[in-house]
């Protein structure tokens, strides 16, 4: 912990002015503290990221594939210690954490394969005479990614493994809240004998995030968070016109169709919100409820919330640990006071076990009207809201009705109509008759308010490539 920072190629201490106080949230209590990297350490970031990316950029494709795999082959090796870190740490349940890990290892996994198999240059047939032109695949350059506390290690996979595959070189500055499992990069990268420069990490505060978001050295900016952080990050991409990848908050539907199973629609709905305790852009919050299932539904819901167990993942084996971080605890308890000033109807939750953490009941809400807050805003932990429907026309209206785009389920035995509802939404990523199961084959970002670009997939690796053109004139009679 005394020397956090790992920059070209060195661990160096922090020069910063602030102080990083890590926390068990299970038991409200600090374990850790490091010193943030200073506004100069961040230059000397950026600057070695600038002086690696010639080497790196034209390290043969085949060599980039087999540093991924080895990343990959590192996480595996560390698992288990990487698990106990994020359940202590981001209070996640052995189960989740577990997932965790897995997700960063078939990240890199994936991003090797897809790069022995893309082409990086592909021959344009053109319709006139006298010319040849092909298209080259380049890397971006040197990348800022910014990354979140609600998935670390998992969030910084999904942009470090496209962005080291594409050839770019790094600057990761994790979450101030959860900056211990990030380290785990930086002690690989040592491992493998990464050339240094190609990956930096720096850790602190919004100091430290705005001297990278501001930097006039990046090529491009990926970043992870909240809408307020994000549109600031967007502002000072604006000031250089660099490309930026934004992927912020949500307030996602879940539609459940009277001919589905109650109790199976049960099981996806409470995975749809109580999942790292609702702590995901992606939560599915506003819950539609089609009439003629709304009153078999809501009583399984109810007790399905009841019977959720919560408590300290390290002390036995729990459905839900803590909220991560005191702010978004008292966040959520402030949810709770305003349902009651707006005189919400409570079903299950809206109560603080008692003890130490920051420890909340999973939380349902009924016939939230369109005018809540709880309905409009994002909370960011385990709060549902419900509302009734009668057609399918009045779900995709509601579903829709929203600054937010990110992810959205459909329930229903009907598969056509529920392959034309998920048609129709206006989000990023749909699920039908299932837990929001993500894959790194696919696409994740939204529309609308959550966010600009897309990561995972081909997608993810496109976010760090630019497009060169070659067009060359093979008829030297050919007037120019």
Excluded at 302 to 328: H, I, R
Excluded at 417 to 424: C, I, Y
């Amino acid at each position: 912990m005394h020397t956090p920072h790992y920059i070209n190629g060195h661990w160096q201490a922090g020069e910063g002015g602030d102080v990083l106080v890590v926390h068990d949230p299970a038991l409200g209590q600090p374990f850790a503290e490091l010193v943030a990297a200073s506004p100069a350490q961040v230059d000397q970031a950026v600057a070695a990221a600038r002086a690696a990316l010639p080497v790196w950029k034209t390290t043969p494709v085949a060599e980039r594939a087999d540093v991924l795999r080895n990343v990959a082959e590192h996480l595996v090796q560390r698992r288990d210690a990487l698990v106990a870190l994020q359940m202590r740490n981001n209070g996640k349940p052995r189960h989740e954490a577990e997932l965790d890990v897995d997700d960063a290892v078939a990240t890199f996994s994936y991003y090797a394969d897809l790069i022995e198999t893309q082409p990086t240059h592909r021959d344009v047939e053109l319709a006139a005479p006298g010319f040849t032109s092909r298209t080259r695949l380049e890397p971006v350059g040197v990348v800022g990614l910014i990354v979140p506390w609600n998935f670390p290690l998992v969030t910084s996979a999904w942009k470090l493994a496209p962005a080291l595959a594409a050839g770019c070189t790094v600057v990761l500055k994790p979450s101030e809240i959860t900056p211990l499992i990030e380290q785990t990069y930086g002690e690989i990268a040592d491992v493998l004998g990464l050339p240094a420069g190609v990956l930096n990490i720096v850790n602190g505060k919004a100091e430290t995030g705005a001297a990278l978001s501001n930097h006039p050295g990046l090529d491009k900016l990926s970043f992870t968070g909240s809408n307020g952080v994000g549109s600031q990050v967007m502002r000072s991409a604006a000031a250089y016109c660099r490309p930026v990848t934004l992927e912020l908050g949500g307030k996602s539907a879940f539609i459940v169709f009277d001919d589905c199973d109650p109790d199976q629609a049960v099981e996806w709905i409470v995975a749809g919100i109580c999942w790292n305790a609702g702590q995901m852009c992606s939560a599915t919050s506003r819950l539609l409820i089609q009439d003629g299932i709304a009153d078999v539904l809501i009583p399984r819901l109810q007790a399905a919330f009841t019977a959720l167990q919560v408590g300290n993942p390290l002390a036995a084996e729990v459905d839900m640990g803590p909220l991560t971080s005191q702010a978004q605890w008292h966040k959520v308890r402030e949810y709770f006071a305003i349902a009651q000033q707006e005189g919400l109807h409570c079903q299950a939750g809206a109560e603080v076990p008692e003890g130490p953490g920051w420890f909340v009941s999973p939380t349902l809400y009924t016939d939230v009207p369109d005018s809540s807050r709880l309905w409009q805003e994002e909370i960011f932990g385990p709060v549902l809201c419900t509302q009734r429907f009668d057609t399918e026309q009045q779900a995709i209206a509601k579903a829709n009705d929203s600054r937010f785009g990110l992810v959205a389920t459909v329930a229903s035995t009907d598969l056509h109509r529920a392959e034309r509802v998920a048609d129709a939404l206006e989000v990023g990523h749909v699920w039908i008759n299932s837990i929001q199961a993500v894959f790194v084959e696919t696409s994740w970002g939204g529309s609308k308010g959550s966010g600009i670009g897309r990561e995972l997939g081909p997608w993810g690796l496109a976010a760090y490539q630019a497009v060169k053109h070659v067009t060359r004139c093979t008829d030297s009679k050919t007037p120019l």
